[in-house]
Each structure stands twice: as C-alpha cells, then as structure tokens.
C-alpha cells in the first residue's frame, strides 16, 4: 500500500510533512537510486517546477537528494508538467520530476515523476520508492557526486514542440484568443506559442508573484475569462491549471465548454478521420452517461477507468488506444505527448474549429448531459465508506431509486482532504436530495464542511 503517493504524486501543505525539504530530500534519493536501474555511467533527471514560493525550497530539497546518489540534475525552471515529460524524453534523461501542486492553493505543493518515456509512474514503482526512502543507500563521493545544470533553452524546446502538433497548412491567423494562465506555469508558453501561430491574444493572469497561483483564476474559476471572452468578442477563451496539464474551455457566447463535450467532440473527429485507434474514447467513472449515449450510436466505444489522468494513460498504453481523458480537462493525445497537455489540447480544439469551420458553441452541443450533482465533503480520516455508520446503508437506497437509469459513486480524492460524492440521473430533485442525504451522513461521522 502506498502511503506517501497519491493518485498523482506526492501532495501537501508546503514545509509541512511529507512537503517538507527533509522528506523531499529523501524522496529524491529513492527515486535516483530507482531511475539508475542497477546501472553504470552518469545518470540525469530533468526537475520542473510551476510558480509556487515553496518551489525554490523544494527544487534545492529535491536536486540534493538526486545528487546525492551520484546522478545529475537538469534544472528547466518554470513549465509546465507535459514539458518536463517532453524534455524527458527529449534529453534522454533517466527520469523527470515536477514540483507542482497542480490547482491547489500556493500553500501546497507536490512532486510527480516520470519514466524516462514520459510516463507516470505505476503503483509497484511508487511503492518501491516509498520503501527505498526508509533505508540508508552508500553514497558516492569526490567526483561521482551529481551535478546541477540549468537548461537554459528549455522553454524554446517546448514551444518548437507544442507549435509542431498543429497540424501542417493550418495557422491562427484571425482568431481572437483569451488565455487565463492561473499565474501559473503556462504564463509564458500558452501566450508565446498563440501568438507565433498568428491569433490575437488578449492574456489574464500572467504576473506570477508566488503567491496568487490558482489564486480565483484560471481553470477552477472561469468567470473573469467568460466575461473577457463576450467583452472583447472573442472566438474562445482558454483557461489552464497551475500546472497547465489541463484546460478548460469557453465558448464565443461566454458558457464554459462541459469536458465531457470536449471529450466527445474530440473522439468523433477523430472516428471520422479514421484516426481513433480502436475506435473507443477512454474516461473516467467521473464522465457522465451522456458520453456513452453521443458515442454509441456512432460506432465509438467508451471504456472507463478508476478517477485520475494516470489510469486513463494506463489503459491507453495497455490498449493501444490514443485518445483518452477526464471531464476536468485532462486530455491525452497519445500521438502527441504523453501525458494531460493543456497547451497541446488547446491548439487542437483550435485546429478542430478550423478545419470544421464550427464555433466552439457548435463543438460543444455534440451531447447532452444527464442531471448530475457532485458534493464534495471535507473530511478528517479516510475510512472505506462501507465502514461510515449508515452510509451503506443510504447508498443501497439510492442505487433502488436510480433504478439503473442513473449513477452514484462515492469515493475519496487522491490529493485533497476530500469525500467526493456524484450522482446521475434523471431527475435532478431526486439526486440532489440523495447527495445531500449521503453528504450529511459523512459530515457527521468524519469531518464537517464542503467546498
């Protein structure tokens, strides 16, 4: 059982355990001597990081422990998570590593690793990393002790990259783009690469100070970018996380785009060009039946898996599948990167406005969603809901009373201190009274609070 990792790496309050420089020094030491594979010669691990204050602390934490076992360091500053699996890969590098808490406050902060394919880690090798940090190692001296090096072209590396997945003879030229980047680590690339491919770009929250990170912007609070989109007669509005692995869109009319939608309307194009491999969209159990109600009847298959854009990538990489994602707009385009890329993801919505010659709002009414409630409840512990008294209970109830017309999942999040409790169905009346039913029944017994 993992104790430290969660379902996207290592998260926290900074400074507090196990975000604290002692801890991360040592999870860096394991995760070397890991990424060495019994093997000689000189190592190197590409290190990350978004625009969090802690950063500077974890990053040194974090570059001293990787040292420490002999294998170098590339330090690429701040970008975003999908650039350092990129540059990974790019630098034949044994491993990556980013310092981000993803759309967390500036408070927290993580650590997410990567192969040195780009890919997230799996549950064994996360463990192995855990055990290996409660053991003392040998460790070299005199000259085998690793070295830091600063990758100063970097950030051009990247916007060559992301700019190359546009597809050939399509450019921006005309289209009136607004980015909110969350202060986050897209500040410089999602504007630069815009505006290189020819779109008018007007940016929100580009000021990064440490602090204001996420900080009521960005992709979990759209609101100033739907009133920029009408105000200034925009085509679209992009918004990205603090670690710009996601994206959320706006549409011409200033209405957020639904992820599902996105997720739809992406999976068609491709069916239609012949290009989704295996014909079949792979999801979370957090996308609503309306995906699979759109799709069906199109030949395109759904397949779902457990919460979380590393499961997703699992399954596509198992399958061979190339086109997977989850309604928060985490989307993995296998054919581009490996990983949730918001800035990828963005050109090719943009690129699929383009060649369909649709606006956003057209894109985006490819299904319809089943009423849904999500309640989250902020809790203290994380027994299994089968043991919360009552709770078992309420949910057989509930599942009665969908009558296999609807969903309910209840479940605890991977990063945050959080009961997550969705409901679909038919009727939003019902399915609002069960998740309120369900969240009092939590509140009582682990915790108090919602957000």
Do not use: W
Not at 125 to 145: G, S, Y
Not at 287 to 295: F, I, P
């Amino acid at each position: 059982m993992r104790v430290l990792f969660g379902t996207d790496g290592v998260r926290g309050r900074a400074n507090v355990e196990p975000m604290t420089g002692e801890t991360v020094m040592r999870l860096g030491r394991a995760a070397a001597t890991i990424f060495q594979n019994g093997k000689g010669g000189r190592h190197r691990i590409v290190i990350g990081k978004d625009t969090r204050l802690s950063g500077y602390m974890l990053e040194s934490a974090l570059t001293c422990g990787i040292c420490s076992t002999g294998v170098d360091v590339l330090l690429i500053g701040p970008l975003p998570t999908p650039a350092v699996a990129f540059l990974t890969r790019s630098l034949r590098a044994d491993a990556g590593a980013m310092i981000s808490a993803s759309h967390n406050p500036f408070q927290d902060n993580g650590i997410k690793f990567f192969s040195k394919y780009g890919l997230k880690l799996p549950d064994a090798q996360e463990r192995e990393i855990e055990r290996l940090m409660a053991e003392d190692h040998p460790r070299p001296t005199a000259a085998a002790v690793g070295k830091a090096y600063r990758v100063d072209d970097a950030e051009g590396r990247y916007i060559e990259f992301v700019k190359n997945t546009l597809p050939r003879g399509l450019d921006l030229q005309g289209v009136k783009i607004v980015v909110d980047c969350a202060n986050g680590a897209a500040y410089k690339v999602t504007p630069t690469v815009l505006r290189e491919l020819g779109a008018q770009v007007t940016v929100l929250n580009a000021a990064p100070d440490g602090l204001n990170i996420n900080h009521h912007c960005g992709a979990l609070y759209p609101e100033t970018l739907q009133e920029q989109v009408v105000a200034c007669g925009a085509d679209i509005g992009i918004a990205h996380d603090g670690d710009a692995d996601r994206v959320v869109f706006v549409d011409e009319k200033g209405h957020v785009v639904h992820g599902d939608a996105v997720l739809v309307a992406f999976a068609m194009a491709l069916h239609r060009e012949g290009a989704l491999q295996g014909r079949t969209l792979v999801t979370t159990l957090m996308s609503n039946m309306g995906v699979d109600l759109a799709l069906h009847p199109a030949g395109v298959s759904v397949v779902r898996t457990a919460v979380g854009d590393r499961y997703v990538l699992e399954r596509m990489v198992a399958d061979r599948y190339n086109f997977g994602g989850e309604p928060s707009g985490h989307l993995i385009f296998l054919d581009h990167n490996t990983t949730g890329d918001g800035l990828i993801s963005a050109l090719q919505f943009l690129a699929l406005m383009q060649r369909t010659g649709h606006p956003a709002s057209h894109l985006a009414a490819c299904m319809t969603a089943l009423p849904q409630v999500c309640v989250n409840v902020e809790v203290q512990r994380k027994p299994a809901p089968s043991d919360i008294p009552g709770m078992d209970r309420a949910m057989i109830h509930c599942q009665r009373m969908l009558q296999g017309r609807g969903r309910l999942l209840v479940r605890y999040s991977g990063t945050e201190p959080l009961l997550r409790i969705m409901i679909e169905g038919e009727d939003q009346a019902m399915i609002s009274d069960m998740a309120t039913q369900l969240s009092d029944i939590a509140r009582v017994h682990i915790g108090g609070g919602s957000r």
